[in-house]
């Protein structure tokens, strides 16, 4: 996967303005259409004044109208284009009704040989770009395919192996009326293809591509040929179940599974309303997916988050040490959660005495009778703020015995309804509410983990599950500002375990002028449509298919967090053992056994590299060979002859990782990535801030999933020494490089005269 910002005049900075230029034609069309759409609300609104019932009605009708087109337009006006397909000559020239070509397959000279060194060549007949809604300029000639119309399906079905006319399919990202990047896919890349009487750009993977595709090798032309149908058999796969796809760095794993959620999602829509779920390990890789997976179309049908965003109103970027992250991830959490969320209804000023008055008497409950109340409540299985209604309950039953009013009626029929009279009384006595109130109140998630940060309190809850050392290390972390990463994961937790009381639902009062109007349907559009379908995003729990990226670093925690939003999904699980951060693998597999079910399981192995030069894959290799013995890495498709660089770093690292950054960004024109262990992670981001936006500064966790032009690993044994899981990690720091690889040592890694640390030598 890319993050390219290259230099000023770059392709990718040429072909994103001219996506800008065609952005900006769109939104001026679109104004004109708003104005229109106004013009007819006026106008409707002046027939008023005519009384007759039928032309009142023909009003209403046209008001009503105007204002679904209108709010269509405004609602739509954000993000409004995110792609485009660039198409061979069809078969016909024939047009549908969107002003599109309607010919799915290429005509049948559409490729045509040199004569000579069997190179072929094509040119692009009709550029398509695709939105949210269909666009047609002054002349009726498209500006914008709406993503439903026929025209507009190769977008999602076209494949390596199956294209049709598309030989390039690009995403765009924008945000308002800005582009901010495009990001290409090269679906022919065999061809040699003119666009305008110029030769067709390509930006990110889609260049790496044409440029395999164009190799003078028969060799290299059979790799990119294996690239494309093992990624497409994947893409293709029938979705019942669980697909499960493997495979070492480079080998486009996310891209895979973002482009098989477009393919699902356009193949059967009403299947998959439920909403796709993708679950991403960082909030950069986050960034990237939104940048590169095709928009489906409406508002909520795709959620993408980083596991520290799953839970609803919970923002997490902070990472835990790692001794206290695998406390935290382990599954032993749930039994000390299970303790606390019923104890901590005993944190804090618990009364310890309920006094109420009843048939002029007074009764009381004092510590022990109150405490045996509890323990009957809580005897229950529902979640505690559930049990509340419970508690009441056994309270009343208990005053009621305490009240010595039982025996003295014979009649069932009396003896209910004095019961009934003196649940009534007292349960709406201030007194009794107040009591309850503070005797059970409602608890929060965020409000049981904080009542953790008592090493005392972790302590009892935690009983033959932690030891000290790790109740302590939990404790202080929970004690500081903020959430990281692995404390998502228990908020989602104790959700479960508190649940959330019935709250009264609230009608909208309707306002008096609605009724002599006619108006109210057009005033509640826009609440049922935009607004609503970002409520339903926000609400939403589960989904019908769930994707899970990076999938080997998620840990049993969050694996339970995962599962509950995929009950009764279908799946695609993307990972690479090899790459796992997390130390206890079989702990995990163990989790991720129970949130998948029974469903059966397809598997696939990508196993071709076509991020990684043969040079650095050869380096990193070597990390393999200690972290996973007897793991084979995938084949790298190409050699640049570039080695990698290496150097000891001087009295003061930082000033070493300055140079060496120099180096290549003058080398490079795109991004360089600077990774470090994550105990350095927010030193070398003050010491390296003035580097420039070409250069991103990153923590070896962060690192996943994402790829640079070149790439600079400082301290490859700190990376190594800071987890069980260390050697796994450098490895996937070592492979995020598309050109340039340096790595930086400093005196842990004991260099030799040439600067290679002793983990990398051959």
Do not use: C
Request: proline share 6%.
């Amino acid at each position: 996967m890319t993050a390219h910002i290259t230099a000023p005049d770059s392709v990718r900075d040429r072909e994103i303005q001219a996506e800008q230029d065609h952005l900006d034609r769109v939104y001026d069309r679109l104004e004109e259409k708003i104005h229109e759409a106004e013009f007819l609300m006026s106008d409707a609104a002046k027939r008023g004044q005519v009384g007759t019932p039928g032309a009142l009605a023909e009003r209403d009708a046209q008001v009503f109208r105007a204002g679904v087109h209108l709010n269509r337009l405004n609602s739509e006006f954000e993000d409004f284009l995110f792609g485009r397909i660039d198409l061979l000559p069809g078969k016909d020239g024939v047009r549908g009704p969107d002003g599109a070509y309607t010919s799915v397959e290429p005509a049948d000279d559409a490729v045509a040989g040199d004569g000579g060194g069997g190179e072929q060549r094509a040119r692009i007949e009709e550029t398509l770009h695709i939105g949210r809604l269909g666009v047609l300029d002054a002349d009726y000639a498209p500006l914008v395919i709406d993503w439903r119309a026929p025209a507009a399906a190769p977008f999602y079905r076209a494949t390596p192996v199956a294209p049709g006319r598309v030989v390039r399919r690009r995403v765009i990202r924008s945000k308002g009326r800005r582009v901010l990047g495009v990001e290409d896919d090269l679906l022919r890349p065999e061809l040699s293809v003119t666009l305008a009487g110029a030769a067709l750009p390509v930006v990110g993977d889609g260049a790496l591509m044409a440029a395999l595709g164009r190799a003078r090798t028969h060799a290299m032309r059979d790799i990119v040929s294996s690239i494309q149908a093992e990624q497409d058999t994947v893409i293709r796969a029938p979705a019942a179940s669980v697909t499960e796809v493997e495979g070492g760095p480079g080998t486009g794993k996310t891209a895979v599974a973002l482009h098989r959620a477009a393919y699902l999602l356009y193949q059967d829509r009403r299947r998959y309303a439920g909403g796709i779920l993708v679950v991403s390990p960082t909030p950069l890789l986050v960034a990237y997916t939104e940048g590169v997976l095709p928009s489906l179309g409406e508002e909520g049908q795709v959620a993408i988050r980083a596991v520290g965003s799953l839970v609803e109103g919970a923002e997490a970027a902070l990472y835990d040490e790692p001794r206290v992250a695998r406390v935290k991830g382990s599954a032993r959490m749930v039994r000390v959660l299970r303790r606390a969320a019923r104890g901590a209804l005993t944190v804090g000023e618990v009364p310890q005495r309920l006094r109420v008055v009843a048939f002029g008497a007074r009764v009381e409950l004092d510590a022990r009778e109150l405490r045996r109340v509890r323990q009957a409540v809580l005897g229950g299985t529902a979640p505690v703020n559930l049990l509340r209604a419970r508690a009441r309950r056994f309270l009343l039953d208990a005053l009621w015995q305490k009240s010595g009013a039982r025996p003295r009626y014979d009649d069932p029929e009396l003896a209910a309804e004095a019961r009934a009279a003196f649940d009534e009384d007292i349960s709406t006595e201030d007194d009794f509410l107040a009591f309850l109130d503070a005797w059970w109140p409602e608890l929060t998630p965020r409000g049981v983990l904080a009542a953790l940060a008592d090493e005392r309190r972790l302590a009892g809850f935690g009983r033959r599950v932690l030891n000290p050392a790790e109740v302590r290390g939990v404790a202080r972390s929970l004690a500081r500002d903020g959430l990281t990463v692995h404390d998502v994961a228990l908020l989602d937790e104790l959700q479960v375990l508190l649940g959330a009381p019935a709250r009264p639902a609230r009608q909208r009062e309707l306002d008096p002028l609605d009724q002599l109007t006619g108006l109210e349907e057009l005033t509640t559009y826009g609440e049922r449509t935009a607004p609503a379908a970002r409520r339903r995003d926000e609400e939403r729990q589960e989904y019908a298919h769930v994707i899970v990226d990076e999938a080997q670093d998620l840990t049993p925690m969050q694996w339970r967090m995962v599962g509950r939003r995929g009950r009764h999904a279908t799946w695609t699980v993307v990972g690479d053992p090899a790459q796992s951060s997390w130390p206890d693998p079989e702990e995990a597999a163990a989790a991720r056994t129970e949130a998948l079910g029974t469903r059966p399981r397809r598997r696939f192995t990508l196993t071709v590299n076509y991020r990684n030069p043969a040079e650095i894959a050869d380096v990193a290799s070597r990390v393999l060979a200690l972290a996973m013995p007897g793991t084979e890495p995938p084949e790298a498709v190409r050699s640049t002859g570039v080695v990698p660089r290496f150097a000891a770093a001087g009295a003061d690292p930082y000033d070493t990782v300055r140079a060496e950054v120099g180096r290549l960004l003058a080398d490079v024109d795109g991004t360089v990535g600077v990774v470090v262990p994550m105990g350095r992670r927010e030193e070398a981001r003050g010491r390296l801030a003035d580097l420039g936006e070409r250069v991103v500064v990153l923590g070896s966790l962060e690192a996943k999933g994402l790829e640079y032009d070149a790439t600079v690993v400082l301290s490859p044994a700190e990376m190594a020494d800071e987890s069980p899981a260390g050697l796994r990690v450098l490895y996937v720091a070592l492979t995020r490089a598309t050109q340039r690889l340096t790595v930086v040592a400093t005196a842990p890694d004991l260099p030799d005269a040439e600067g290679v640390p002793d983990l990398l030598r051959p």
